[in-house]
């Protein structure tokens, strides 16, 4: 129900998917993700919300780790549906200091904008048929937030404290308000909350 919903500018949604752990990071020290609690009801969850992306959004640090794995022989035996819509779906890397990106037999669709410009965000939204995904990429979502161009956020709290790492919005400058949509409890002690930017 939630990925059919369209933005407020009328166009289709930008929406932000972050795990985050139970004392508020995003990552532990070195990037560290290994905290991250997913079995095979979460990655049922995470095939439905990418087969509804048309566009996923990074910044340069997470496309660098999605591209590092993705595209991998395990990654394609381990999680072959996941792989497959991560390698295939449009992608856009934010990123002053890449001068290009690279296409692969299996990553494809990867694009470079040196700057969020809101007109073609905007632009992005009323053309895309689908969602547009941010995973991840914190400095992404936080220029995203500041600018208003952030339709929705599904933060998924793990149930897990790992003690110190990258605060969720680190680097955020104003208060930001947010209206709860909903929420969904997982077996395995996630619980996602979907908010929405207050105006």
């Known amino acids: 129900m939630l990925s059919e919903a369209k933005s407020t500018s009328g166009g289709r949604k930008l929406f932000l998917f972050m795990m985050v752990s139970l004392d508020g990071y995003i990552e532990g020290p070195n990037?560290?993700?290994?905290?991250?609690?997913v079995d095979s009801e979460f990655n049922d969850?995470?095939?439905?919300?990418?087969?509804?992306?048309?566009?996923?959004?990074f910044g340069h640090t997470t496309y660098?780790?999605?591209?590092?794995?993705?595209?991998?022989?395990?990654?394609?035996?381990?999680?072959?549906?996941?792989?497959?819509?991560?390698?295939?779906?449009?992608?856009?890397?934010?990123?002053?200091?890449?001068?290009?990106?690279?296409?692969?037999?299996y990553w494809k669709n990867v694009r470079l904008m040196k700057d969020v410009v809101t007109e073609e965000i905007q632009k992005l939204k009323e053309e895309s048929s689908k969602d547009i995904a941010v995973y991840g990429s914190n400095n992404l979502c936080v220029t995203l937030l500041e600018m208003g161009l952030l339709d929705e956020l599904r933060i998924m709290v793990n149930p897990v404290v790992i003690g110190s790492g990258t605060p969720l919005f680190k680097g955020i400058k104003s208060k930001l308000s947010l209206q709860l949509l909903g929420t969904k409890e997982f077996?395995?002690?996630?619980?996602?909350?979907?908010?929405?930017?207050?105006?």
């Open 31 to 37: 990037h560290d993700l290994s905290w991250h609690n």
């Open 187 to 199: 077996k395995n002690g996630n619980v996602l909350l979907i908010y929405k930017p207050q105006e």
């Open 64 to 105: 660098d780790v999605m591209k590092d794995y993705w595209p991998t022989v395990n990654a394609r035996e381990d999680d072959p549906v996941v792989a497959n819509l991560m390698n295939t779906t449009p992608k856009i890397v934010f990123s002053r200091s890449l001068e290009k990106v690279e296409e692969t037999e």
């Open 45 to 57: 969850y995470a095939i439905e919300q990418t087969k509804n992306v048309g566009t996923l959004l």
